[in-house]
């Protein structure tokens, strides 16, 4: 049985995509914790929230060890992927090096709770959580509550999405992916519409952070960016990324472009865009930070 969150989205069955994504985005997430865990003392602890497959715990793990040590704690609501970052991020710091401690919490980061279930922290990171909770300013206020006096909130929340494909596929009416990006916007607001209580957040993310008492408050973006020809990880990530998008979306579209999802999904058919030689993977997202004063 899968196990749900607040959007009832079941993110056990996921957990391969997760994981694909993880793997291309291996630069992207070195480089951000790279840059986040830069801003920090020596020995500092660092809070993963909604930890998902472990892929940028471990890049921050490993930008503790380059940086004399640490702490690193993995939190997520869902004990499947729990267990799957904290199996992730231990081997990927397995070498030698400096010792950073890594310690898993299933906690839930709508709960009042989390303030007892982790320490003090010189960083958290959550990467697209915030926006699965009933309130959005309540939540970032909770995470903005874990900080140690001088401490940092990053948020990954936004920036420009994903694109994978050509404008014109030659399957149905030119401008698909287009439309496929409107219909799963479409589907995230009738997400949050549907979430018991849902409280509508109806200022920016930099605002968010200065409204939860945040001082310093900037934002960067970041990009993955594999260009054709992709390789063959890249390949499967981009179709998992169009079948994502259409089980989310499908039934906001017109008769004929399902008929041309179907065919651009079918691995037997002349269509299929896994078999494309101009696929290639280019998203943009953005990190907000704040600092505890």
Request: glycine share 10%; with cysteine.
């Amino acid at each position: 049985m899968g196990a749900h969150t607040h959007d009832d989205f079941d993110w056990t069955a996921r957990l391969a995509d997760l994981r694909h994504h993880d793997a291309i985005a291996a630069d992207a997430n070195r480089g951000t914790a790279e840059r986040l865990v830069a801003m920090l003392q020596p020995g500092a602890t660092v809070i993963d929230i909604g930890s998902g497959a472990g892929g940028m715990a471990a890049h921050l793990g490993l930008a503790l060890r380059a940086r004399g040590g640490g702490r690193l704690v993995l939190v997520d609501a869902v004990s499947e992927l729990l267990e799957a970052a904290n199996d992730h991020v231990r081997a990927a710091l397995s070498g030698p090096g400096a010792t950073v401690t890594v310690d898993t919490v299933l906690g839930d980061a709508a709960s009042d709770r989390l303030g007892d279930q982790v320490p003090p922290a010189d960083l958290v990171w959550a990467s697209a959580v915030v926006h699965h909770l009933r309130d959005q300013q309540e939540g970032v206020n909770r995470l903005a509550s874990l900080l140690t006096p001088g401490g940092w909130l990053a948020l990954a929340e936004g920036g420009l999405g994903t694109q994978c494909l050509p404008w014109d596929l030659g399957a149905g009416e030119p401008g698909l992916p287009d439309r496929l990006t409107a219909a799963a916007k479409s589907w995230f607001a009738q997400m949050r519409a549907d979430i018991p209580g849902s409280v509508r957040l109806t200022v920016g993310w930099t605002r968010s952070l200065r409204d939860a008492g945040l001082t310093d408050v900037t934002s960067f973006s970041y990009l993955i960016d594999h260009p054709a020809p992709v390789s063959e990880e890249v390949r499967t990530a981009a179709v998992k990324w169009l079948e994502y998008l259409t089980e989310l979306s499908v039934d906001r579209l017109a008769e004929d472009d399902r008929a041309a999802l179907t065919a651009l999904l079918d691995p037997a058919g002349p269509a299929y865009i896994g078999a494309r030689d101009d696929l290639f993977y280019l998203a943009s997202a953005t990190v907000n930070l704040g600092k505890r004063r």
